[in-house]
């Protein structure tokens, strides 16, 4: 196993943007190595905030956190937590502190991971802040890519869907303002654009284009999102767009024969199952690479 030497260690997890080219790829190449060891981590403690639902995330953290021979403590939901009797956030972390060594939170509210982290001096990972970021998703995309690709510099990424509210999308959007020779085609409803903040930040740095059209031609990566139903403030506006694309036989005709179709899932309507066993449908895979991603992380952030 390679030493650790870029600055992760005890460090916050909160946004893509926080990390360098070096860091990620260091991140990537010990994700790549990483094997199960339970001494790596034993007698070390991750608790698991989840006040949001979550399969993957989630189960991938605490089947990452075993294999290096941790604990996992936690809750998913607020009902199990004094946050049901009128705790505050902050006094739930200030909490939590005293029992880990390391604290992963997903929180519809944006900007909740970053509070958390002001709050204790414990590494806190986000594991999804509302519509904001999904750093640990980004990694495992990445990781994904660079598995099938062999690189992530040079490629044609098409994000497709909820581009408004996908967290997932916009931590992938900047994460590629670290890599050369990238172009995004922006593919979502006129009313589920990327927001404009994002776009900025990859003006001058990452073409793109944005587009209506389920144009999928001469792409190295399709990535499609859910349209995120519960973060609509209107419920029309979401009956509207639902269904806007679906990914069936008939358009996957457009893939080359070696982009890869990625999902961070979960998919609702909008890959149809009878895709699932085209050459190109990776999401089960990207899936499964969540967990020796989240290991090399856990290993990083804790010094092991
Ligand atoms: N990709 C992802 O974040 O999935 P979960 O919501 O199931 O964790």
Redesign the pocket.
């Known amino acids: 196993m390679q030493r650790v030497h870029t600055g992760w260690l005890g460090r916050d997890v909160i946004s893509i943007r926080d990390f360098s080219r070096e860091q990620i790829e260091e991140l990537l190449r010990h994700a790549h190595q990483i094997r199960p060891d339970p001494e790596l981590l034993r007698g070390r403690v991750m608790a698991s905030l989840f006040f949001?639902?979550?399969?993957?995330?989630?189960l991938s953290f605490a089947t990452a956190m075993q294999r290096l021979g941790g604990h996992v403590i936690g809750f998913s939901g607020v009902e199990g937590s004094s946050l049901a009797k009128g705790e505050s956030l902050q006094d739930t972390a200030k909490v939590v502190e005293k029992y880990a060594d390391i604290i992963v939170i997903?929180h519809p509210l944006e900007g909740s991971a970053r509070l958390v982290a002001d709050t204790v001096s414990l590494p806190v990972i986000n594991?999804?802040d509302g519509a904001n970021q999904?750093p640990t998703?980004t990694l495992t995309d990445l990781f994904t890519i660079q598995r099938f690709h062999g690189r992530l510099d040079d490629l044609k990424i098409g994000l497709v869907g909820d581009l408004k509210y996908g967290r997932?999308v916009h931590s992938l959007a900047l994460a590629f303002t670290r890599f050369r020779k990238i172009e995004l085609r922006l593919i979502s409803p006129e009313n589920l654009r990327m927001p404009p903040a994002i776009l900025r930040e990859l003006d001058g740095i990452v073409p793109y284009v944005e587009t209506s059209e389920l144009d999928l031609r001469d792409l190295d990566v399709v990535y499609v999102t859910r349209i995120q139903k519960e973060r609509f403030p209107d419920i029309e506006e979401y009956e509207k767009v639902k269904g806007a694309y679906v990914i069936d036989l008939k358009a996957c005709e457009q893939l080359r024969r070696d982009a890869i179709l990625l999902h961070?899932?979960?998919r609702v309507d909008e890959i149809t199952p009878d895709v699932d066993a085209l050459p190109q449908a990776k999401y089960f895979e990207q899936?499964r690479n969540?967990v020796p991603v989240r290991m090399a992380l856990l290993r990083l952030l804790l010094g092991a």
């Open positions: 949001e639902p979550s399969t993957r995330t989630q997903r594991a999804g999904h998703q997932t961070p899932l979960p899936t969540g």
